[in-house]
T-cell receptor, first 116, second 114 residues
Framework: DAGVIQSPRHEVTEMGQEVTLRCKPISGHDYLFWYRQTMMRGLELLIY????????DSGMPEDRFSAKMPNASFSTLKIQPSEPRDSAVYFC??????????????FGSGTRLTVV | QKEVEQDPGPLSVPEGAIVSLNCTYSNSAFQYFMWYRQYSRKGPELLMYTYSSGNKEDGRFTAQVDKSSKYISLFIRDSQPSDSATYLCAMRGSWKTSYDKVIFGPGTSLSVIP
């Protein structure tokens, strides 16, 4: 199993540009999460999906952020237009609820976004 | 008050020391408690998982949950330089309710000095 795959690993873009982050969850996992991590705010949940359906997007900071999950094996997080304060590491994670209720998340390696 | 609080450190200990990492929380609905380890420039990885109160041991790691005090701990025995990382506590409510989200603490940075 290749784990959760995120791309790109690093992204440097100019303010105002559109940025698209991509995630391939672990096959069979029915939950997908997008997190943002900064030194100041730690790990923040932006949005999560269950069976490809967005369940809670209350963490999405502004209308500039949008996320989609067109199928069980792919999700995108888009920022348009990007701003310097969006600079952070963005993590995708997936999980599956086991019969015991254990569902630790498996995180990808993250996308380090820098908006200049 | 934040839902989950954790001393950010940094915590620096000599190799072989016993390390104690702690979190407090405010939501009594939390029932599942986890510890994640995050190496520099990597994603967090699940280290320990416990349900409700009690202790759980896995090798050099012991997780403790005291729901009455809303306090969880992670102990690392015989700490190694390879344990140097940021440790995040995490917790959530019952999977049978609509409260599915895992809430993470801010993390404690640990350095184990050879």
């Amino acid at each position: 199993d290749a784990g959760v795959i995120q791309s790109p690993r690093h992204e440097v873009t100019e303010m105002g540009q559109e940025v698209t982050l991509r995630c391939k969850p672990i096959s069979g996992h029915d939950y997908l999460f997008w997190y943002r991590q900064t030194m100041m705010r730690g790990l923040e949940l932006l949005i999560y999906f269950n069976n490809n359906v967005p369940i809670d997007d209350s963490g999405m900071p502004e209308d500039r952020f949008s996320a989609k999950m067109p199928n069980a094996s792919f999700s995108t997080l888009k920022i348009q237009p990007s701003e310097p304060r969006d600079s952070a590491v963005y993590f995708c994670a997936s999980s599956h609820v086991t019969g015991t209720g254990n569902y630790g998340y498996t995180f990808g390696s993250g996308t380090r976004l820098t908006v200049v | 008050q934040k839902e989950v609080e954790q001393d950010p450190g940094p915590l620096s200990v000599p190799e072989g020391a016993i390390v104690s990492l702690n979190c407090t929380y405010s939501n009594s609905a939390f029932q599942y408690f986890m510890w994640y380890r995050q190496y520099s420039r990597k994603g967090p990885e699940l280290l320990m998982y416990t349900y409700s109160s009690g202790n759980k041991e896995d090798g050099r790691f012991t997780a403790q949950v005291d729901k009455s005090s809303k306090y969880i701990s992670l102990f690392i025995r015989d700490s190694q330089p390879s344990d140097s990382a940021t440790y995040l506590c995490a917790m959530r409510g019952s999977w049978k309710t609509s409260y599915d989200k895992v809430i993470f603490g801010p993390g404690t940075s640990l350095s184990v000095i050879p």
